[in-house]
């Protein structure tokens, strides 16, 4: 598979929703009310392949079926392949269980002190602050939460959450994850954060959010407002393929850097979506053109019915292996897996150093060369020059 960059363009359109009036498809709660949802509105718009057709029979079952107008658009309706459509439609593959697979594979449920609140780490805190998204994400490591399809019943309250961060003085950093946090209406966000920034102890406020590429019409002007209000927030956002770069989402980061709001990216290594160099290196190319810093690439979570979507993590060092010195350092994500069972994010990293001892480092540099970094100290020496220099001056003699 290869992808090539294109550089002049950046998708930008209504494509299928050309009758719509523009205003409509700027629209945010437009996109939202007009999510595609049930198979019957998928097989109007496109062929579903058999693997896609029993999936969507089942998915209300796992988890919901929903995909704005805006996000469709990306999909090649063409081809039964497309990186897009991977992500949003789901297959039968998603209802077969393997052994290795869990519906909690990060041991989230385990670190809950009050619902929905994660508190793993000893300085910072995971606030799943609803359970709803703009559009679902086949590899959900949540699905057991989001859309509500499995009768968790799992209703965000964020008092009970916001009292276990006032009194626990030791939490400087709050993620505000979900769902999707920033499908809660303006003035519920704005109450939040003002919540939230009232902590003398809490330093670090970010959200972790697929809006900007799901739903870019909910970076309004009046939520950049609330944010530069509660500044600074920073926010993650989840881009898996540079297909999903549009003009729109563009746009949707220029207005969150004007708010201040300092922007990272989380990826997802997918097979079939994104787990090929090229398509990588061109993604966070498209990323800091847009001023999102690569923060995270994971390893997929071992989440019931995702093993067509998991891939190899010898690939995905294989895919740093091939950025690092290749291109820009900002480019680049950390690899991490988050181990199973609650042992939190692990990075996963080629391997440059070949050799450390008392006496020496032996690394090799991003094409292959080795180089040698001495540990023992030598014995320095003053130059002749400097030694005459000190005994005029009267400081040896
Ligand atoms: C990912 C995560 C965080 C944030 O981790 P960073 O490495 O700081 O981005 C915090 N809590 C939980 C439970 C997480 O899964
Ligand atoms: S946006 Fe995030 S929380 Fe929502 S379905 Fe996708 S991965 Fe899950």
Known sequence: ??????????????????HIPAEDWRNWTWQLKNRITRVEQLEDLMELTPEEKQGCYFANKKLALAITPYFFNLVDTEDPHCPIRRQVIPRVEEMTTSPEEMLDPCGE???MPVPGLVHRYPDRVLFLVTDRCAAYCRYCTRSRLVSNSQGYDFHPEFEQGLR?????????????????????????????????????HLEFIRIGSRIPVFLPQRITPELGDI???HGPIWM?????????CTLELKEACDRLAKAGVPLGNQSV?????NDDAGIMKS?????????VRPYYLYQCDLITGSSHLRVDPRKGL????????????YAIPQFVVDAPGGGGKVPLNPEYVKKITDEELVVRNFAGKEYRYPLKAGVGQLSQQDKADLVEAQYID
């Not at 992808?3 to 929703?17: K, N, T, V």
């Not at 709050?174 to 003035?187: E, F, K, M, T, W």
């Not at 993604?283 to 001023?291: A, G, I, K, N, P």
């Not at 294989?318 to 350092?329: N, Q, V």
């Open 269 to 273: 290594l997918l097979k079939g979506v």
């Open 164 to 200: 276990y961060i006032e009194s626990h003085p030791e939490i400087r950093d709050v993620l505000l994850s979900g769902g999707d946090p920033l499908l809660l209406a303006d003035r519920k966000l704005d109450y939040l954060l003002g919540r939230l920034r009232a902590i003398p």
């Open 283 to 291: 993604l966070v190319h498209r990323l800091l053109r847009m001023r």
């Open 109 to 111: 449920d385990g670190n």
């Open 318 to 329: 294989e895919i740093i292996e091939s950025l690092r010195g290749h291109t820009t350092g």
């Open 1 to 18: 598979m290869s992808y090539q960059e294109d550089r002049s363009s950046w998708f930008a359109g209504q494509g299928l929703w050309e």
């Open 236 to 244: 993650s956002i989840h881009v898996n393929h540079p297909k999903e």
């Open 227 to 229: 944010f530069d209000r």
